[in-house]
């Protein structure tokens, strides 16, 4: 079991900039991928990105290209969902994720998830 709690959510104003954490505790963080995904209210659960379980390789959702950047510390068991330039399409409940057994993009295919931790972006 992999327990993965989720911080770091807030309020900020457009053009702003935040940086989420997913803390893990349990099994061993650094052999598994992790993903971000959110869901906005009325909106079905989107992929934002995930990391490789070495940090290597990462992959981001068009709509968050070029402003998000997805990053983790195995020694710390933890990742990061760092958040510029934020819009307030942005807004949104946001999940991390770990394990997957198929595609990273996909929710359904992760085994563990956090609680997730809200974002609003006002304009």
């Known amino acids: 079991q992999v327990q993965l709690v989720e911080s770091g959510g807030g309020l900020v104003q457009a053009g702003g900039s935040l940086r989420l954490s997913c803390a893990a505790s349990?099994?061993?963080?650094?052999?598994?991928?992790m993903g971000w995904f959110r869901q906005a209210p009325g909106k079905e659960r989107e992929f934002v990105g995930a990391?490789?379980?070495?940090?290597?390789?990462?992959y981001y959702a068009d709509s968050v290209k070029g402003r998000f950047t997805i990053s983790r510390d195995n020694a710390k068991s933890t990742g990061y969902l760092q958040m510029n330039n934020l819009k307030p399409e942005d807004t949104a409940v946001y999940f991390c994720?770990?394990?997957?057994?198929?595609?990273?993009?996909?929710?359904?295919?992760?085994?563990?998830w956090g609680q997730g931790t809200q974002v609003t972006v006002s304009s």
């Open positions: 994720a770990a394990d997957i057994h198929g595609s990273y993009h996909i929710g359904a295919a992760y085994v563990y």
């Open positions: 349990g099994r061993t963080f650094s052999l598994y991928v």
């Open positions: 990391i490789t379980s070495d940090g290597i390789g990462t």
